[in-house]
């Protein structure tokens, strides 16, 4: 079985867990908390397999792999159905780089290690951190909003009536925005797709307060 390292909280982890759940892959988790004791992705036995200290990290018998992207790709490559990207070229370009948009631009300023460094090194107050995650949360969104409305079709998920892997980026991301209490009122197709997403058994299984609750 498919072994998950994860932290319930964690956006990059929550993309794996819709992933293997829209693949219906069945897999055990194992928490690595971020915060309790200093952050147990710390330890040495989480540093052994994972030397950046982050999660997700799955392991598949003696594969070990980082990184939500690639841990995607992976799955999508050796479980081919449901796919996660379209065939025609031009529109799995169009979900790899609103995918891109999440992971690359908008998720790296506002995790949790940039946040701590902030208020650790640069003494901010909560109001400043929020005030820093709804700044690059508001230029992002701003971006992906318009690139929906570009397809000019509306469909029940990002690119097409069934997820993406843009919709496996987009709803962590959405999540942890509205924990920010960021305004998503001007951005009406993200908002329609993710409360789609939100019926979605394998978007409900994977929730952070699932999680929480059977850990």
Avoid at 80 to 91: R, T
Avoid at 127 to 151: D, P
Avoid at 165 to 181: H, S, T
């Amino acid at each position: 079985m498919l072994k998950l390292y994860n932290y319930f909280r964690s956006s990059a982890s929550f993309r794996v867990r819709i992933a293997l759940n829209l693949k219906g892959i069945s897999y055990q988790e194992i928490p690595v908390h971020l915060v309790n004791n200093g952050g147990e992705q710390y330890f040495a036995e989480y540093t052994a397999i994972n030397s950046q200290n982050l999660v997700p990290t799955l392991r598949d018998e003696d594969n070990i792999m980082t990184q939500s992207l690639a841990i995607i790709e992976y799955l999508d490559e050796k479980y081919p159905e449901p796919p996660f990207l379209p065939k025609d070229l031009y529109q799995k370009a169009l979900v790899r780089s609103f995918a891109l948009a999440i992971a690359c631009e908008i998720h790296p300023l506002n995790n949790l290690r940039v946040l701590n460094y902030l208020r650790d090194e640069f003494h901010i107050s909560d109001e400043q951190k929020n005030q820093w995650y709804q700044h690059w949360i508001a230029k992002g969104f701003t971006a992906l909003e318009k690139q929906l409305v570009s397809q000019k079709k509306q469909t029940d998920f990002c690119f097409g009536n069934t997820p993406t892997l843009a919709d496996i980026f987009l709803v962590p991301q959405m999540y942890n925005a509205r924990r920010f209490a960021c305004d998503v009122s001007a951005y009406p197709n993200m908002l329609r797709i993710d409360a789609n997403c939100q019926q979605h058994p394998a978007f409900i299984k994977a929730w952070p307060e699932e999680i929480k609750t059977s850990a």
